[in-house]
Structures are given as C-alpha cells and as structure tokens.
C-alpha cells in the first residue's frame, strides 16, 4: 500500500492563478479530508468527504472548492490563489468502520503565493 | 462547540529525561478517541498513541504513554527516555464517535525540542 499520496510537493503561484490538489489513498477508506497547516500553527479542516459523491465544508471552506467522483481521489481546488492561501495542505483518510478512527496522512504540500 | 487546548507552546527537554506535554478538550459527547500525532521537521504527520474514551486503563506504546483523565477532560502524554528523534510538533486531536460526522478536532501543538 502506498497509502496516501499528494502531489505536488511543492508549488509556487502569483496571485489569481488557480490550481489543483491531488489526493489519492489506495486503502479503500471511507472518509477523506483536507487540511491548512499555517506556520507554527495546527491542522484547520478545509474540506471533507463521507464517501465517493458527498462532500462537506470544514473550518475555513472559502477559495476552496473539492470533488469526491471516487474512493481513492479527493482533488481540492484552489481558484483565485491570494497570498492568504500560502500554507501547507495536508490530505487525510480513515476508515470509520474500522472503530479505530486513524488517519492517515499524505506528505503535504507547500504552497506560496505571491 | 467541541475544542482542544494544548497551553505549552514550546518545551524543552534533555536527552533521557521525562516530559510530559498537556492537553485539555471539551465536548459534550459520552463516545470519543483522542489521539496524539508527532510533526518532525520531515512535516509527516505521525499517529504516537490513541486512547478511547470508554476505557479507563491509560494507553501506551513503548516510551510513550498518556494519562487520561475523564471527568478532567485531560489527556496528557508522558514521554520518557527522550531522545533526539522525540524533536518534533506534538498535537493532540480529538473525534466523537456519536455525532454522526467524523470530523477531527486538532490543537494548535506543542513544539519539543529534546536537547543532547
């Protein structure tokens, strides 16, 4: 298993380019999430996903949008990129049958905006 | 509102020594898992240790153990025989299993630095 994977590692954008977030997990779990990591600071929910067609907002939805069409991928969407978004995503899943609600991380990306 | 508070910033610790890192929530749910997640500079996001709510007896994993109090809402990890590779962000995450949507709730981290 490779388990969660996110590309890119790293990108750099100007200012009103947008761009897209890959997430793919091979362990066939249920939920999947998207996460910012500001400097120094923790994990804020952007985006969830309860299963393949169902998507739900977190914390901080705004210039964000996301797709659910299977399992495996959970692309975020970023339209409008403003320096606000320069920060490190995370993607995540879990298996919420499994009563043991581990997630599982992908690498991150870093992104910056300028 | 479910919340978790991590009120250490930063700490320090020498090598072989015992920290312990703390951390409080609040909810009103009865079901629920806590997690502590380890952050090194690598940013990985690293599960340490997971304790349910349901069960009183505290969990461990090899150097890394938590004290959970209930009806304090704390849920404390102790790491003992600190070594270099403990240098990390340590957050501690919270999930409630009977709201019918399995979102997580992190704190904002401590950042360890096991000194030599």
């Known amino acids: 298993n490779a388990g969660v994977t996110q590309t890119p590692k790293f990108r750099i954008l100007k200012i009103g380019q947008s761009m897209t977030l890959q997430c793919t997990q091979d362990m066939n779990h249920n939920y999947m999430y998207w996460y910012r990591q500001d400097p120094g600071m923790g994990l804020k929910l952007i985006y969830y996903?309860?299963?393949?067609?169902?998507?739900d907002k977190g914390e901080v939805p705004n210039g964000y949008n996301v797709s659910r069409s299977t399992t495996e991928d959970f692309p975020l969407r970023l339209e409008l990129a403003a320096p606000s978004q320069t920060s490190v995503y995370f993607c995540?899943?879990?298996?919420?049958?499994?009563?043991?609600?581990?997630?599982?991380f992908g690498p991150g990306t870093r992104l910056t905006v300028t | 509102a479910q919340t978790v508070t991590q009120s250490q910033p930063e700490m320090s610790v020498q090598e072989a020594e015992t920290v312990t890192l703390s951390c409080t929530y609040d909810t009103s749910e009865n079901n629920y898992y806590l997690f502590w997640y380890k952050q090194p500079p690598s940013r990985q996001m690293i599960l340490v240790i997971r304790q349910e709510a349901y069960k009183q007896q505290n969990a461990t994993e090899n150097r890394f153990s938590v004290n959970f109090q209930k009806a304090a809402k704390s849920f404390s990890l102790k790491i003992s025989d600190s070594q270099l590779g403990d240098t990390a962000m340590y957050f501690c995450a919270f999930i409630g299993s009977t709201s019918g949507t399995y979102k997580y709730i992190f704190g904002t981290g401590t950042r360890l630095k096991v000194l030599a």
């Open positions: 996903s309860v299963g393949a067609g169902i998507t």
């Open positions: 995540a899943s879990t298996n919420t049958g499994m009563v043991k609600y581990e997630q599982y």
